[in-house]
């Protein structure tokens, strides 16, 4: 699949004026009538397509989402060495694309920083109740020395000797239209219109610096595993005063010791020895919001559960929490002394269990025991 911003030469973000000029651009070097080779052909067939694409807001979008090529069904549209009216592309648009159009004005230094992304590890305990980071980013930030503009002290960019402030230069070229003046970017100064004669000597003239920067966000209760945070503005400065960029942080829960997550419920383990279990208890439990007395029915086994509610993790934009569920292992003694395992004895003819040393267990009425009656 084609990458039409790739093929134009321009980022995603690109403003539909820088696709059009880097069109033109283009397509003036790639027309069959100026570049007659079929390698030319075949890629100015795949340039137009770029630009029918990404001209059309709807059709980009549709691209954007789903990478159809042709950003809609029914294919290219007619766009081919001639097909500029399917993509908003008339004859004047033909006009400028080799006299280089009208130019409104000498381009700005100022452009808008990027996007950052960052991964921010959190406790388990913080995506419980939510919690307010401050982490120390390196990122781009505005030059305190000249403030974003570039320049030493006390100077300014300065209008360029060559193109008189315009950006642009025009120039004779022979086209299949004729004579036509071509307007072109001024080579001294690059389109800006402006020279920076004295470069700030912090940011050798881009206006920014990369440095340390404090960032303060919001982590709210319920959070996920890979939740997405966007601050707006936090992210690079932009060149020449240009405004940040936005930062996203993407959420990473570390594993907690003692409880594990399951939705909006926590879930943990305690270790009940056999004769409490059997008996029946009281035990205390550090949780999230502190110590509490978990209830130890008599007879719980290996595998039960004991529910503490609201005492799980909130619930995402809700004023509700999840459970706090307690799953009971019961323990068997080791290392008894004699006397420990006399009374243990004592306890097992009570209840008429047969104990042989050695072997299995055999309840009284088990089922061997019950088929050998029968046979007798």
């Known amino acids: 699949m084609s990458d039409h911003y790739a093929t134009l030469g321009v980022s995603k973000d690109a403003s539909p004026e820088e696709i059009k000029k880097a069109y033109r651009k283009k397509a003036r070097q790639l027309h069959p009538d100026v570049n007659p080779s079929a390698d030319a052909a075949e890629e100015f067939k795949r340039v137009t397509l770029a630009y029918e694409v990404l001209s059309d807001t709807e059709k980009r979008r549709i691209y954007d989402a789903t990478g159809d090529e042709q950003g809609r069904a029914g294919g290219f549209g007619g766009a081919g060495f001639g097909g500029f009216g399917g993509a908003g592309f008339g004859f004047q648009d033909l006009f400028d694309m080799f006299t280089g159009g009208q130019q409104s004005g000498p381009a700005s230094r100022v452009r808008q920083g990027q996007d950052s992304l960052i991964n921010v590890s959190i406790s388990l305990r913080d995506a419980v109740f939510g919690v307010e980071k401050t982490i120390d980013l390196k990122t781009a930030v505005t030059c305190q020395s000249c403030q974003g503009e570039g320049t030493a002290p006390d100077t300014h960019p300065e209008t360029c000797d060559t193109c008189h402030g315009a950006g642009y230069m025009q120039r004779r070229v022979q086209s299949i239209l004729g004579t036509v003046m071509q307007q072109v970017e001024c080579p001294t100064c690059h389109g800006y219109g ?5 470069p700030c000597a912090e940011c050798s003239g881009k206006g920014r ?11 709210p209760a ?5 939740a997405r945070i966007r601050l707006r503005g936090k992210g690079e400065a932009g060149l020449n005063g240009g405004p940040n960029g936005d930062l996203y942080i993407d959420l990473r829960i570390k ?9 909006d419920d926590l879930l943990t383990t305690v270790n009940v020895p056999m004769v409490a279990a059997a008996l029946g208890t009281v035990i205390p439990l550090e949780t999230f919001d502190g110590q509490q007395q978990v209830n130890i029915p008599a007879g719980s086994q290996s595998g039960d559960t004991v529910t503490l509610p609201g005492l799980g993790a909130a619930r995402l934009h809700e004023d509700r929490r999840g459970d706090l569920r307690v799953r009971i292992q019961v323990t068997t003694p080791t290392n008894l002394n004699e ?3 006399t009374m243990l004895r004592q306890f097992a003819e009570l209840r008429g269990e047969n ?6 267990v055999k309840q009284k009425h088990g089922l061997f025991s019950k088929l050998k009656e029968q046979f007798k």
């Open 222 to 226: 319920g959070v996920n595993d890979g």
């Open 355 to 360: 104990l042989q040393e050695g072997s299995h």
């Open 194 to 198: 402006t020279v920076i004669k004295h």
């Open 255 to 263: 594993s907690d010791k003692y409880f594990n997550r399951e939705g």
């Open 209 to 219: 610096v990369r440095a340390n920067e404090p960032v303060t966000f919001t982590v």
């Open 339 to 341: 006397e420990q395992r």
